[in-house]
Nanobody, 117 residues
Framework: EVQLVESGGGLVQAGGSLRLSCETSEEIYNILDMGWFRQTPGKERDFAARIWWSAGSAHYTDSLRGRFTISRDAVKTAVYLQMDSLEPEDTGVYFC??????????WGQGTQVTVSS
């Protein structure tokens, strides 16, 4: 069973940066997109960013555009989320996902990001 392995979460002060990583446990073909959702305290899991695999183009939720940058490594089948100018409101669990043709969405286990004020 394919797994997504996330890393890079942690504790950071407001204004700081973190870089999340997500890699697949095995090679996957026909990837459509990979991206990130996040679940902040008391809220549902919400879309944060995606990268379309073939084109390499990125899409962000409006509130994160300009502070977060998503990128990919097609060789490693990995996706990254560079998070800058972090705010306490960014605190939450960040989940990586992958969509591929012919299979259901695959989720990572989640990585905790905590931003202190």
């Amino acid at each position: 069973e394919v797994q997504l392995v996330e890393s890079g979460g942690g504790l950071v002060q407001a204004g700081g940066s973190l870089r999340l990583s997500c890699e697949t446990s095995e090679e996957i073909y026909n990837i459509l997109d990979m991206g990130w959702f996040r679940q902040t305290p008391g809220k549902e899991r919400d879309f944060a960013a995606r990268i379309w695999w073939s084109a390499g183009s990125a899409h962000y939720t409006d509130s994160l555009r300009g502070r977060f940058t998503i990128s990919r490594d097609a060789v490693k089948t990995a996706v990254y989320l560079q998070m800058d100018s972090l705010e306490p409101e960014d605190t939450g669990v960040y989940f990586c996902y992958l969509d591929a043709s012919g299979r259901g969405r695959i989720w990572g286990q989640g990585t905790q990001v905590t931003v202190s004020s």
